[in-house]
């Protein structure tokens, strides 16, 4: 079985910060693998696992200040066997439309026999959760989101959605593409062997990619904040200072 999952490499929003002007410095965030995109490697590593000779290929469309080698190790030392990206300027602005282009190309490229592709809920920049359908639109195959387990049973997967009030189990034909949720799979933390094997794992990167961007990303600013209310109590009797706050909170 192939399994394909996508991944995406994002600023690691813990080091964003906001300017005065509200806009975003990511000048001191590095580069890390999307949260979301660790439950899609797992899921797929898993199963893979679970399916003798089964193998899982990484492909992913990056910004060039996010093809980051340290996130690259990371991504194949999690289970990965081999990864295809494409690094290039115009990804930092793509839309969800034109990034599945890009790994439709890849997909194609690298690993047209593919019977499964994997995404994660949605990436952890922008969250669009638009990428795994628009994907599989261009490969005109079937797809499922949410899912939040899959099993292998010969040319369809069994999956499972969790909903508010029930459990869906759907079988989709393959090749199909699925996301899922982050309780699909909890991601592992890679040993000491997984990270040297990764270091021997097979990677290919293209610098510069055909991007046909139908939206772009103009600008991004945090949202406004409104000012902050205060109020002095003057002293009193404590059931009078509690009597004020409580109007004051309503």
């Known amino acids: 079985m192939k399994i394909v999952v996508a991944v995406k490499v994002v600023p ?13 410095d990511y000048s001191k965030a590095k580069p890390k693998v999307s949260e979301y995109d660790k439950n899609a490697i797992e899921a797929a590593a898993q199963l893979a696992a679970a399916n003798d000779g089964s193998s899982v290929v990484a ?8 093809n980051d080698n340290k996130a690259k190790q990371e991504l194949l030392a999690r ?5 295809f990206l494409v690094a290039d300027d115009a990804m930092e602005t793509a839309d969800s439309y034109a990034t599945a282009q890009v790994l439709k190309g890849l997909v194609d490229a690298n690993a047209a026999d593919y019977d499964l592709i ?37 040319d369809k997967v069994v999956v499972e959605r969790t909903l508010d009030n029930e459990v869906e189990e759907i079988e989709v034909p393959l090749p199909a593409v699925i996301s ?22 097979p990677q290919a990167v293209t610098e510069g990619a055909s991007v046909d961007a139908k939206v772009a990303i103009e600008d991004i600013k ?21 009597a004020a706050v409580a109007e004051a909170i309503k």
């Open 180 to 201: 899922v949720s982050p309780e699909a799979a909890e991601p592992r933390i890679p040993g000491m062997r997984d990270i040297l094997a990764a270091k021997k794992k």
């Open 12 to 24: 690691d929003d813990q080091d964003i910060f906001v300017s005065a002007d509200r806009s975003l």
């Open 222 to 242: 945090a949202p406004e904040l409104a000012p902050r209310k205060m109020q002095i109590f003057e002293e009193g009797d404590i059931d009078a200072f509690a």
């Open 118 to 154: 994997i995404c994660g809920d949605g990436s952890a920049d922008f969250y669009a959760g638009q990428v795994n359908v628009q994907l599989a639109a261009a490969l005109g195959v079937p797809t499922i989101n949410a899912v939040t387990s899959i099993t292998a049973e010969g």
């Open 79 to 83: 289970g990965v066997d081999e990864l």
């Open 59 to 66: 492909v992913s469309a990056v910004s060039s200040k996010c």
